[in-house]
């Protein structure tokens, strides 16, 4: 079965630090796309950013960096300069042949950015 | 530009009773997913909408059902409603059937309570 792995319920950081998101995920596809979404408390996802299983290169988003590891199975996100408004629930995804747009999310990590 | 809409943003439900959710997709984009997440939890996808038809199901009864109208809006129906049906309820929209990465994106959710 595919499995998204979020083993950090919650973090902190304090602001202007860099802190890495851990995501491991279980699959025997070849081909899938990962994502992450950041939810803040009004409900929204927000797209963050994308790996796609067959990319060389770590994905990078401005402040958002993709640690992609593919023997290792991980896709740890990693927030560069901390903002306050970087507070939220942040979910690691999943795309897998064949589902087109049907993501399957990991449980989430609540991040708390501090002073 | 408008992004995914949803209505209303809060419902107040009794056992047994049947409720519909409202979807307006982000312009340009055709296709939409819904979501439930329960409080804690990642979301779980119910099923997707193109063209008015439904093309995917995840792992949820028949009393949840949805409908995609020409415009490209969608509704989402739960019949028979039970207390583990209270959940934030999400839907997704995205530009192209098929595209695996294309980033979906998420309205603010509809919370549904069902005392």
């Known amino acids: 079965a595919q499995k998204i792995t979020q083993t950090q319920p919650g973090m902190f950081v304090q602001e202007k630090e860099a802190v890495t998101l851990d995501c491991t995920y279980d699959?025997?596809?070849?081909?899938?796309?990962l994502f992450w979404y950041k939810q803040p408390s009004s409900g929204e996802m927000i797209f963050l950013i994308y790996q796609g299983s067959y990319d060389e290169q770590n994905a990078t988003e401005g402040r958002y960096s993709l640690n992609f590891q593919k023997a290792r199975k991980s896709a740890n996100l990693v927030i560069s300069a901390s903002q306050l408004g970087d507070s939220a629930m942040y979910f690691c995804?999943?795309?897998?042949?064949?589902?087109?747009?049907?993501?399957?999310f990991g449980t989430g990590t609540r991040l708390q950015v501090t002073l | 530009d408008a992004g995914v809409t949803q209505s209303p943003t809060h419902l107040i439900k009794t056992r047994g009773q049947q409720v519909t959710l409202r979807c307006s997709p982000k312009?340009?984009?055709?296709?939409v997913s819904w979501y439930q997440q329960a409080l804690g939890q990642g979301p779980q996808f119910i099923f997707q909408?193109?063209?008015?038809?439904e093309r995917q199901r995840g792992n949820f009864p028949d009393r949840f059902s949805g409908h995609q109208f020409p415009n490209y809006s969608s509704e989402l129906n739960v019949n028979a409603l039970l207390l583990g049906d209270s959940a934030l309820y999400l839907c997704?929209?995205?530009?192209?059937w098929g595209q695996g990465e294309s980033p979906l994106h998420f309205g603010n959710g509809t919370r549904l309570t069902v005392t």
């Open positions: 312009s340009g984009h055709d296709t």
């Open positions: 995804a999943m795309i897998f042949t064949g589902t087109a747009s049907k993501l399957t």
């Open positions: 699959t025997s596809d070849q081909s899938y796309g």
């Open positions: 997704a929209s995205s530009p192209v």
């Open positions: 909408y193109y063209e008015e038809e």
